[in-house]
């Protein structure tokens, strides 16, 4: 069982914080920082996020430094007890350096220079940009690197986008070169004979553009290496950014805040760069029951924002404390919300709730985006009480900063198989891929089960069942290590669409799930994808459950059948299966099924596997997870996601560490309620 250490050194609590803009009041400073420090005691804020969108106050001209009004900042925030996560400015640079450099002005798909303005607007490759950032990243670790406010370092913001100028173009062809060798083995890996597409050389190669009459668009190999490429440069371009810190500061750890499943990143390869992961959750409530299956959407992208970071306590670097700016209606937190939201990210891992914003902006685009502190400068506003209990909650659970999650089920979602899924036009164009791991997540869930996210490229090895949705793309050493799982007595599921091509995109030869049929059982010889309103059934212990899009046509060569087609013209053939496989097992579901038949299916394979759920017998709109501590203490957040009160068989007398009352049996826990129970 491991105990992490702290986060940040010096700090073995749950940090309570969020973005600070101290350089929006300048002009106020003597009255609205003090203000803000008091607010921030009150609110039981240990850490502040500064310097995110700083660079202008930094560094108004080229080479001319600002750091006096940084420096009042730092002194201010340790002379408050309160630690800096100290941000390079990256994420969006000064008006003077597109001005003077146009060269780090991206340029879009349809080869146009964007003009400056908005955030992430820069080429990744411009060496120029590339010696700036590395110039300001130096500067902020020599000044501040022994201050001792600094408790860690916030890289650049939300990196994301991509580039298509000459540089850029030069730099994938380089990279091309580097993965492929040769221009022979490129062709045949992207099946360039496919349209007398065979390049000569590699400087005939051009990014994919959009629409796809004024370029490539349809060359699967070549939009697969984009995407690779793209997320590629985005890790090393945080590799060249943190290479000051690192030099400079090596005790003070570095990360960077993702977007969930945002697409354009493999967050599993960039999450192995950061010394802790760090997201933003912005949950779309709606202050109805509807929240229960946000909370299960966001349930989801936590533990995968844990995963790619190895597993290790992650850090939720924003969450907003009342109605954000930007999605489609924006409604308030209904009372209760906010603590839920802060105590749901630490139940799945996070040693942090952190918030956009602490103070509202005067002007400008977010300016009625939530914050801590509202126009008003009032700290009786209903946010500011809410955020102040949230404080309270987080002192009164401070153990359980540094347990780990200690699960022994594991749910692929890979983002290559994304990319290539996304391309794939033998189904509809929408696959739903993210939404099929997220329903399996959820099932997963409501079995009582504690879920690890994980990639291809992670160890199998430790977990007794291992649920791999829509596995399309076998990655390179995959299909081996799901052997050696299963063959060592593990229990795999795979679904419809696995193992169909490999890692360039080729389509596997010998059938359908290509190398892992022996593992699965069966061969699958067509797919049938439909609209939602047709579907088909099949019958499962006994009871019937509706399937629909995808129905997948396959033959048991040594699985067992548990389940058939009841209609259409493949009525009879197989849609549940079991195939033995060494000491192990192989279920294969064949169509998208809904979660009623998931949650059955895996409350079985609890059973089968001997796992122990943390709760048994969840209510629907409930949830739980386990954290352990180095020491064994078992910490067991029970949720409801419910506008209503919702009751929960707990077992055993615990005790619930927010109320310090004992608990045991069927116990009510109030609308959005959480409890965290350690045994007596």
Known sequence: MAQYPPIM??????????????????????????????????????????????????????????FEWMDEVMDMLHANGIK?????????RPPWLAEKYPEVLRVNNLRQKMLYGGRHNHCLS??????????????????????????????????????????CQQEFQDWLKDRYGTIEALNE?????????????????????????????????????????????????YVHEIEPLKRITPEIPCTTNLMSTYPAIDYFALGRLLDRSSWDNYPAWTGTEADAEVCTDTAFKHDLMRGVGDNKPFMMMESS??????????????????????????????????????????????????????HTGRSDTRVFQEVCAVGEA??????????????????????????????????????????????????????????????????????????????????????????????????????????????????????FPGPLREVAGVWAEEVDARPPQLTNSFAYEGKTYLCREYFELI????????????????????????????????????????????????????????LEPIVPGLPQGAGATLRVGADG???????????????VNVGPPQRDLLTCHTVAGETVIPPRGVLVLVKE
């Not at 749950?14 to 609110?43: R, S």
């Not at 209904?334 to 902006?361: N, W």
């Not at 203490?633 to 009751?647: A, D, G, S, W």
């Open 189 to 237: 890996a992207w099946w360039n004979q496919f349209w007398a597409h065979r390049y000569n050389n590699f400087r005939q190669i051009e990014s994919p553009t959009s629409p796809d009459w004024l370029g490539e668009n349809e060359n699967h190999g070549l939009k697969l290496s984009w995407r690779r490429f793209t997320s590629w440069h985005h890790c090393d371009f």
């Open 394 to 511: 987080l002192k009164t659970i401070a153990s359980v900063a540094g347990s780990s999650a200690e699960n022994k089920v594991a749910l692929l979602y890979d983002w290559e198989n994304r990319w290539a899924l996304d391309d794939a036009r033998f189904v509809t164009p929408q696959k739903g891929y993210e939404q099929t791991v997220i329903a399996h997540h959820s099932a997963l869930m409501a079995a009582g089960l504690g879920v690890d996210v994980v990639d291809e490229t992670c160890a199998l090895n430790g977990y007794r069942l291992v649920v791999a949705p829509m596995c399309y793309m076998l990655r390179n050493g995959f299909p081996d290590q799901v052997k050696t799982f299963v063959g060592a007595g593990g229990t795999l599921v795979l679904t419809y669409i696995s193992g169909y091509v490999n890692q360039d995109d080729l389509c596997f030869l010998d059938g």
């Open 84 to 92: 800096a996560i100290l941000a390079t400015p990256s994420g969006a």
């Open 633 to 647: 203490l078992e910490y067991r957040f029970v949720m409801n996601y419910l506008p209503e009160e919702t009751r």
């Open 555 to 610: 033959h048991a060569q040594t699985a067992e059948v548990l389940s058939v087609y009841q209609s259409d013209f493949y009525a009879g053939m197989p849609v549940v299966t079991k195939n033995e496989y060494g000491k192990g097992c192989c279920y294969y579901v064949a169509a998208r099924t809904g979660t009623d038949f998931l949650t059955a299916l895996y409350r079985t394979l609890t059973r089968e596997q001997g």
């Open 321 to 374: 404390p009342s109605a954000v700016n930007w999605q489609p209606i924006n409604g308030l937190r209904r009372p209760g919300t906010i603590l839920l939201q802060g105590l749901q990210a630490v139940a799945h891992g996070s040693d942090t709730v952190q918030y956009f914003q602490f103070r509202k902006s005067r002007g400008n685009f977010e300016k009625f985006h939530g914050a801590l502190i509202d």
């Open 126 to 167: 411009s060496p120029v940009y590339r010696e700036k950032v590395a110039q300001i990243n130096e500067k902020l670790a020599q000044r501040y690197g022994k201050h001792p406010a600094l408790g860690m370092w916030h890289i650049s913001n939300e990196y994301g986008g991509e580039c298509h100028c000459p540089l």
């Open 9 to 66: 050194k010096g700090m073995p609590v749950l940090l309570h914080g969020g973005d600070y803009n101290p350089e929006q009041w300048l002009k106020q400073k003597d009255t609205i920082w003090k203000e803000d420090m008091a607010f921030a005691k009150k609110a039981g804020i240990n850490t502040l996020s500064i310097g995110i969108f700083s660079w202008a106050h930094l560094e108004p001209q080229e080479g001319c430094y600002t």
